[in-house]
């Protein structure tokens, strides 16, 4: 089975700019999350969906960013404006069961 | 509270030789699982083992195994017979309480390690 897609693979915009990550999870998986990971910082949770749910978001840094769910299946998140401490690398996972996540191979996000 | 510690950034072994990465963890929830993650150079999260905290046995997976010491909370990686490709960032993680779908993710730091020929 195909695995958990991230488009695009590498990001780069000015400050102020809006981006939008797309994240496709394997087929099947209710549980969609995204995580980041800031300039060598740990990796840290944002947001949990359930298919189109938000089950837990309280990972998200404030409400310059925007995390939706289409019908349960793919997802995006949107970054508007977008900020210099927003730089990093953003990870999709998606899991069926409770103790597996199989994560994206991640958006590298620039802001200049 | 650090959830999760690694407290080696960097670790160098030697091909064939066998490494520990350690990793503690912090949580008063009796139901919990603890996962390694490998990241290599090209950025994707390569799931590795899990442990769940009611398991009697140390999970192990080929060449990997975890070292599970329930009453010190750690969750030590073991890898055996060590190869070049096994350079790379390798992470901690736990999850934290129960129910029918999973829980977010809490990472460490992560180790780097590096397999020298």
């Known amino acids: 089975e195909a695995g958990v897609t991230q488009f695009p693979s590498h990001s780069v915009i000015e400050k102020g700019q809006t981006v939008t990550l797309r994240c496709d999870p394997i087929?099947?998986?209710?549980?969609l999350y995204w995580y980041r990971r800031v300039m060598g910082k740990e990796i840290k949770f944002l947001l949990h969906?359930?298919?189109?749910?938000?089950?837990?978001e309280s990972g998200m840094p404030n409400n310059r960013f925007l995390a939706e769910r289409t019908g349960g299946t793919y997802s995006t998140l949107k970054v508007q404006p977008a900020e210099l401490e927003d730089s990093g690398v953003y990870f999709c996972?998606?899991?069926?069961?409770?103790?597996?996540?199989?994560f994206g191979p991640g958006t590298r996000l620039t802001v200049t | 509270a650090q959830k999760i510690t690694q407290t080696q950034p960097g670790m160098f072994v030697q091909e064939k030789e066998a490494v520990t990465l350690d990793c503690t963890y912090d949580?008063?929830?009796?139901?919990?699982?603890l996962f390694w993650y490998k990241q290599p150079s090209s950025g994707e999260m390569i799931f590795l083992i899990y442990?769940?905290?009611?398991?009697?046995q140390n999970a192990t997976e080929g060449r990997y195994s975890l070292n599970f010491q329930k009453a010190r909370k750690s969750a030590n990686l073991v890898i055996s017979a060590s190869q070049l490709g096994d350079s790379a960032m390798y992470f901690c993680?736990?999850?934290?309480?129960?129910?029918?779908?999973?829980?977010?993710?809490?990472f460490g730091p992560g180790t780097r390690l590096s397999v020298l020929p």
């Open positions: 996972a998606s899991s069926r069961l409770r103790h597996e996540q199989y």
């Open positions: 087929s099947g998986h209710d549980n």
């Open positions: 969906f359930v298919k189109e749910s938000k089950q837990d």
């Open positions: 949580t008063s929830d009796p139901s919990y699982g």
């Open positions: 442990q769940g905290s009611y398991d009697q």
């Open positions: 993680a736990m999850r934290e309480g129960r129910g029918n779908y999973g829980q977010n993710f809490v």
